[in-house]
């Protein structure tokens, strides 16, 4: 089955504790996402890959690292997290970039800083 | 800074109406046009893309575009409860600063039996 997969789906943390989630596509999509949303907000890009070890800022990088040395995976990283950075968190991937083609998300992650 | 807008809602329609979701968007060289549903807690997932002006159907729903006065909309036919979702508009914009898929911050649709 075609999909994005994200771990965890929820995780709690303190700040300043490092924390990763991951990222994972079995469609062999060029292009991979990292979104946060917040009420209010909608749907915020924080980084973004057009291929393996190509990335690049979306608007709300600050804080937030990626990398991409595989096609399939993209992860995210927060080296220290604060509590501003509680969010819902969706990865995304699409065919290539700029396409025609949709974005598909994972599930979500959903973090609580304390 | 491109912009997309979406009128928050909520929007209230009854079963079996029509319901109309409009989006408006500040770049005028966007030519790629996507519609997202997002189900509470949920992961958005597409709905209806269109490019050209005019309209596209696909089932119950209609995508209509027109670039020259800036706006797409969605057209939900006979409305279900079980399409009662956030409904997220997003439009590729270009800059000097690359490409972006940018979303509207949604929606809400409510369908009451």
């Known amino acids: 089955e075609a999909q994005v997969t994200q771990n965890p789906r929820y995780l709690i943390t303190v700040t300043g504790k490092k924390l990763t989630v991951t990222c994972s596509q079995n469609?062999?999509?060029?292009?991979m996402s990292w979104y946060r949303q917040d009420p209010g907000l909608g749907l915020r890009q924080i980084y973004y890959?057009?291929?393996?070890?190509?990335?690049d800022k979306g608007d709300v990088p600050e804080g937030y690292k990626v990398s991409r040395k595989e096609k399939r995976n993209f992860p995210l990283i927060l080296e220290s997290p604060s509590p501003n950075q509680t969010s819902l968190y969706f990865c995304a991937s699409g065919e290539s970039w700029p396409g025609y083609s949709p974005l598909h998300f994972g599930n979500g992650t959903r973090l609580t800083v304390t | 800074q491109k912009e997309v807008e979406q009128n928050s809602g909520p929007l209230s329609v009854p079963e079996g109406a029509i319901a109309s979701l409009n989006c408006t968007y500040s770049d005028r060289g966007s030519q790629s046009f996507f519609w997202y549903r997002q189900y509470s807690g949920k992961s958005p997932e597409l709905i209806m893309f269109?490019?050209?002006?005019g309209d596209k159907e696909d089932g119950r729903f209609t995508a209509q575009l027109n670039k020259a006065s800036q706006y797409v909309s969605l057209l939900i036919r006979d409305s279900q409860p079980s399409d009662s979702a956030t409904y997220l508009c997003a439009v590729i914009s270009a800059n000097q600063a690359g490409t972006a898929l940018i979303f509207g911050k949604g929606t809400t649709l409510s369908v009451s039996s």
């Open positions: 269109i490019y050209s002006n």
């Open positions: 890959s057009m291929n393996v070890e190509v990335t």
């Open positions: 469609m062999n999509h060029e292009y």
